[in-house]
Structures are given as structure tokens and as C-alpha cells.
């Protein structure tokens, strides 16, 4: 009994050591891309700032639909304000829109499909061939 005890105590000890956190290093650099499905309609993408909505692919007319949308999110310190910076290409302009935000950034996507990633494998956030 005292053995199996020694045993689990000495595991336990082992498995905290080598189980501690490394260091977080910065800048941090998230990078995705995104590409519509359907590259004739596009796909629809919403980013949310703050109190603000940016519609792409809602109504055709008013808001057409994304060929590709490419995210950068820069942290540059610890504790510091992330900085984005996102480039659409709607299906209606050989040109792209750019937007450049401060602060907490979500964004929904559909009708599109993931094509690159920096996130680690195996976390649903790098496309199925990396």
C-alpha cells in the first residue's frame, strides 16, 4: 500500500513538472483566409465592432456577396488593444475594401470556406489538407 502511494505521489510530482505553461510570446500573429464556395455569388460575412455591423453578401444589391475575405489580428503586447485588419473582395469590384479596427472584432462567415490558417492543427481552425 505505502509503495502504491509512493508511486502515485512520485507520478503526480513528475507529471506537474513537465506539464508547466510555457511563455506567451508577442507580437501575436492570427492569420485566416477565406474564400466563397460559390465564387459568382460570393459568400455572406458580418464583422461586429463594438456597436457596429458590417454586412457583405446580406442583399446583393445593397451589400454583394464576398469572393474572399482575409483576416490579420496583430496583439502587440501583453494587455494591449488587437488590432485588425480585414481585406473583401466583393463579387461586383476588381478592387478590395480594407478595414482597419481596434478592440474586440467577431465576425461570422458562411457560404465560404476556410483556405488558410496560422492556428495549430487540430483545433477546427486550419482547413482539412494542412
Same mark, same amino acid.
Given at each position: 500500500?505505502? =509503495?502504491?502511494?509512493?508511486? /502515485?505521489? /512520485?507520478?503526480?510530482l513528475l507529471g506537474t513538472?513537465? #506539464?508547466? #505553461?510555457? %511563455?506567451?510570446? !508577442? &507580437?501575436?500573429?492570427?492569420? +485566416?483566409? !477565406?474564400?466563397?464556395?460559390?465564387?459568382? #455569388?460570393?459568400?455572406?460575412?458580418? /464583422?461586429?465592432?463594438?456597436?457596429?455591423?458590417?454586412? !457583405?453578401?446580406?442583399?446583393?444589391?445593397?451589400? &454583394?456577396?464576398? =469572393?474572399?475575405?482575409?483576416?490579420? %489580428?496583430?496583439? &502587440? *503586447?501583453?494587455? *494591449?488593444?488587437? /488590432?485588425?485588419?480585414?481585406?473583401?473582395?466583393?463579387?461586383?469590384?476588381? +478592387?478590395?475594401?480594407?478595414? !482597419?479596427?481596434?478592440?474586440?472584432?467577431?465576425?461570422?462567415?458562411?457560404?465560404?470556406?476556410?483556405?488558410? *490558417?496560422?492556428? &495549430?492543427?487540430?483545433?477546427?481552425?486550419?482547413?482539412?489538407?494542412?
Amino acid at each position: 500500500m505505502v =509503495r502504491k502511494i509512493t508511486f /502515485l505521489i /512520485l507520478v503526480i510530482l513528475l507529471g506537474t513538472h513537465f #506539464a508547466a #505553461a510555457g %511563455q506567451i510570446e !508577442y &507580437p501575436q500573429v492570427i492569420h +485566416t483566409q !477565406y474564400e466563397a464556395v460559390d465564387q459568382k #455569388a460570393g459568400g455572406h460575412f458580418v /464583422l461586429w465592432s463594438e456597436r457596429e455591423k458590417i454586412f !457583405y453578401g446580406l442583399d446583393q444589391k445593397l451589400f &454583394p456577396g464576398a =469572393r474572399f475575405v482575409d483576416i490579420t %489580428q496583430v496583439t &502587440p *503586447s501583453v494587455g *494591449s488593444i488587437t /488590432l485588425t485588419y480585414v481585406e473583401v473582395r466583393t463579387v461586383s469590384s476588381s +478592387t478590395s475594401d480594407y478595414l !482597419y479596427l481596434a478592440g474586440n472584432v467577431r465576425f461570422r462567415v458562411s457560404g465560404m470556406a476556410l483556405k488558410s *490558417s496560422n492556428f &495549430p492543427t487540430g483545433g477546427g481552425m486550419t482547413p482539412n489538407g494542412q
